[in-house]
């Protein structure tokens, strides 16, 4: 029988590796069903987007290229435009006109904002029944055959698995499968949640992101 905190919240089936149901387990509501902001959501995204962009595309103008500030003929009776300077951007080798120059891509969004977009696409991949939670993913040996075989069985496609704890085989057996990423939940992000059609989490996982972000 429920209790009183666990009237309302929101439940998922926690499933084995054979893709048999175990379990029913809780979510926190506020975390895992959140009315979702499609305008917050795009403003976030764009921001991560920005700042992976590196930003030191550069190019001389005419106060950095190399030359003297002499002119470089006399100004009259050659036949040609007048010139002020070697430096000038009319010049061969002359500096550029308003070319990149360094800068940082970072749009500022609070920290609140952010957290409160990933909680939003928990929210969405519950929503949307995209969401399936393990109660373990251990394989025996690197074999990316037999992690495809029980992606399969679980009719995940293109899934985002996120794992409590350093699991090398499994990382290293999903290297080879197209639109699958295995990511530990300290590093849960946004832009991979959006990226992949399925979230799957490991059960540990979820005391762990409900702790954090239910600060």
Known sequence: MKSKEEEGMPTVSVYNQAGEKVEELFLRDDIFNRE????????????????????TSSVKDRS??????????????????RQGTRTSPLQRKGGVVFGPQPRIYDPKINKKVKRLALMMALSA???????TVLDRLQLEEIK???????????????PLIVTDQENLNLERSARNLPGVKVLR?????????????QLVLLKPTIPMIEEVLGR
């Open 36 to 55: 979702v902001d499609p305008h917050i959501l795009h403003q976030v995204v764009v921001s991560l987007q920005a700042r992976q962009r590196v930003g």
């Open 64 to 81: 950095t290229v190399h030359g003297s500030g002499r002119k470089p003929f006399r100004q009259k009776g050659t036949g040609r435009a």
């Open 125 to 131: 991949r519950w929503q949307g029944e995209q969401l």
């Open 144 to 158: 990316t055959k037999t992690l495809a075989g029980i992606l399969g069985r679980l009719q995940l496609t293109k």
């Open 185 to 197: 939940a300290e590093g849960l992000n946004i832009l991979d949640i959006l990226r992949h059609d």
